[in-house]
């Protein structure tokens, strides 16, 4: 490469008829041809159709019929399932933190399912959320009293043994 030139101009060592010849066609594109290789121009035994759309069914098949497409849409509830979201979330930060999360993850559902007008599933998830918070309540009550219970028990035994 020529040290005199800069990277930001193009290279001029190229030959220019070269590149001209590359770029022009050897020879034109054959003409276009209305009547393509091996086909008939028409179809005789097939009418052509008269105006815009005007297509229907070959002779000897039924028509077939498309049915217009049904949306649902589906409203939040009248009355709404209790969820239990507010109970899930203690239960989460101070009894016992992985029932906690399963209780929140259903009343999660539950809200959902609120939303979306589906009472049998927002009954059932309420039902469960409601039945792990209780677990995770009493189990962290438990764990709770059982280490009030280990705490006075080892502060009596380091005050009797001086």
């Known amino acids: 490469m020529d040290s005199s030139q800069s990277f930001n101009q193009p290279l001029m060592a190229c030959n220019s008829s070269k590149k001209s010849a590359m ?3 050897a020879a034109p594109p054959p003409a276009y041809q209305d009547n393509l290789a091996g086909y008939p121009p028409s179809f005789p035994s ?3 159709p008269q105006g815009p759309y005007a297509q ?3 002779p000897g098949q039924s028509a077939v019929t498309v049915q217009p497409a049904v949306f649902v849409t589906t409203a939040p509830l009248a009355n709404p399932v209790p969820d239990h ?3 899930s979330i203690f239960t989460m930060l101070c009894c016992c933190l992985p ?4 209780a929140l993850v259903f009343s999660c559902s539950a809200r959902n399912a609120n939303d979306s007008g589906q009472r049998e599933l927002a009954e059932k998830n309420s039902k469960t959320a409601l039945t792990l918070n209780h677990f995770a309540l009493a189990l962290g009550l438990i764990f709770i009293v059982l280490y009030i219970i280990f705490q006075v028990v080892s502060f009596k035994n380091v005050n009797q043994h001086p």
Request: no cysteine; hydrophobic share 40%.
């Open 99 to 102: 029932l906690g999360i399963a």
């Open 46 to 48: 097939h009418p052509a």
């Open 23 to 25: 770029l022009q066609p």
């Open 85 to 87: 979201l507010g109970y």
């Open 56 to 58: 229907g069914p070959d």
